[in-house]
């Protein structure tokens, strides 16, 4: 059967440049690859996948909250290759674990595993609880030569651990960051708080 991996990183740990890289080299097999991201994702155009080393390529599809991906449409291809996985809900996730089987196509996810706060997304998370094979796509800390397992948001400048868990398009930056410089960047951050009623209270 085939298989359904992911392959995970910090920010600024090469994930999209590694896709290009996996794509062209099945391509240059002559193999048929499919290119998919969410459709949400407009940091570099609303179809490119686009790695910060310059290297791009067209996504085929792009995947809105809530699509169904039919089986059907994958028959015949070697490889499907995903870029920023996290942003999927788990419900595609789900899908793409069904395309390994029928028609049998092997789907290589790339993307975040946790966010800012440390928290996983829910599609990194379904990932975790299906993927055959979960790898990790290793980078240092921006400020030591640990490995980096944080992605710390910076808003004007400053770590910030309040804002919502997906930030398109803000005055919002990231690091790649071990643990310990992001819990002393973030201890004294201030946090969303939830009162009992459900309401969002945040910090003055």
């Not at 995970?8 to 740990?13: A, H, L, N, W």
């Not at 800390?141 to 868990?165: D, E, H, M, S, W």
Request: aromatic share 8%; glycine share 6%; charged share 25%.
């Amino acid at each position: 059967m085939a298989k359904l991996y992911f392959r995970y990183g910090t920010m600024d740990s090469a994930k999209s440049m590694n896709l290009l890289a996996v794509a062209h080299n099945y391509r240059k097999q002559g193999k048929r690859v499919l290119l998919m991201k969410p459709r949400l994702d407009t940091r570099f155009g609303s179809t490119k996948i686009s790695s910060r080393s310059g290297l791009e390529a067209e996504a085929d599809v792009m995947v809105d909250e809530g699509d169904t991906l039919d089986p059907r449409d994958f028959t015949g291809l070697d490889c499907v290759l995903v870029d920023e996985v996290q942003f999927l809900a788990p419900s595609v996730i789900e899908d793409l674990r069904r395309i390994t089987v029928d028609p049998g196509v092997p789907v290589i996810c790339y993307g975040l595993r946790t966010d800012f706060r440390t928290k996983l997304f829910p599609g990194a998370q379904r990932l975790m609880e299906l993927a055959d094979r979960i790898e990790e796509v290793k980078v240092t800390c921006q400020y030591c030569a640990k490995k980096a397992i944080c992605n710390l948001r910076f808003v004007n400048g400053t770590p910030t651990v309040v804002g919502p868990q997906i930030q398109l398009g803000a005055e919002e930056s990231y690091a790649p960051v071990c643990w310990g410089h992001y819990d002393e960047a973030t201890r004294h951050s201030a946090v969303e708080k939830v009162d009992p009623s459900g309401a969002t209270i945040r910090p003055s």
